[in-house]
């Protein structure tokens, strides 16, 4: 077993970013970026580290690609890896809006043998399970514009994502998507990627008028579980402070440090 450590948490977070095969993604010494096609037209800079120097420069180039991508809003992660410390401020001045304040938190797993998994309570109607069918793949997505308010996928990112999670059922005999139920009704969400010892945890939430019952704890455990039957020694995820990061550090999770993001709409 590997010592994990918070430090070693936000670097192994930053450099297992992963996105939809429909993304591209661009990597140089200074900067990661995810250029996400079609309607979204968002392209994520999920790593910025540079000289002082250097730092107007960068963000320039970053700019640049964006523009030549076709992009059309950027949202730009800044944590306690990114440098210099002020890139935050220097987005304010450029017209980047600051947005949610969330930490990267992350969760030992144990082994096999003595496993650390969070204990959960929640109803007894509750439940959660990876989906696995079509139709459950499809409710997995759809809930997503509810909780989120995400707009409806654009054709060739839904096609990609769809294809990876058939490829990954036929590969790997796991969607890697789960659903929460309340007795029969599907009432959360949420995602798991895994690279090789790391677990990732994406993208949960649940129906409003379904919360304070359990559903997000029933999602984080089934996923935990998961992902130390895989293999995995630990598990990230990224959690809003005032949310379901008291959530998550009630059920065992340590903080890797803040994680803000900032965003420009028009470039």
């Known amino acids: 077993m590997r010592n994990w450590t918070a430090d070693r948490g936000a670097e192994v977070d930053e450099r297992e970013s992963r996105f939809s095969s429909a993304a ?3 990597e140089t010494p200074e900067y990661l970026l995810f250029v996400v096609p079609g309607s979204y037209a968002l392209t994520y800079v999920r790593r910025f580290q540079c000289e002082p120097g250097r730092t107007e420069g960068a963000i320039d180039d970053v700019l640049r690609r964006v523009q030549e991508s076709g992009g059309a809003g950027l949202r730009w992660v800044v944590n ?5 410390a002020d890139v935050g401020e220097r987005l304010l001045y450029r017209g980047f809006e600051r947005l949610a304040v969330a930490e990267t938190l992350f969760l030992e797993l144990g082994t096999k043998a003595e496993p650390r998994l969070p204990a959960v ?13 079509d139709g459950e793949i499809d409710v997995f997505v759809r809930m997503g514009e509810t909780i989120f308010g995400d707009p409806p996928p654009p054709t060739e990112y839904a096609k ?3 294809s990876e999670v058939h490829r990954s059922i036929e590969t790997t005999g796991h969607s890697e998507l789960f659903l929460a139920y309340d007795g029969r009704v599907p009432v959360g969400r949420g995602g798991l990627s895994i690279t090789g010892p790391v677990g990732r945890l994406w993208t949960a939430g649940v129906l409003a008028e379904h919360r304070g019952k359990g559903a997000y704890k029933a999602l984080t455990a089934v996923r935990c579980k998961s992902a130390l039957d895989r293999g995995a020694e630990i598990v990230l995820t990224h959690a809003r402070v005032g949310t379901s990061g008291p959530i998550l550090k009630g059920m065992g999770f340590r903080s890797a440090g803040p994680y803000v993001y900032y965003e420009l709409r028009s470039i």
């Open 121 to 133: 309570r929640h109803s007894g109607t509750i439940s959660a399970r990876e989906a696995q069918t």
């Open 80 to 84: 306690s890896r990114t440098s210099p």
């Open 24 to 26: 591209t993604r661009v």
């Open 160 to 162: 990609a994502f769809l």
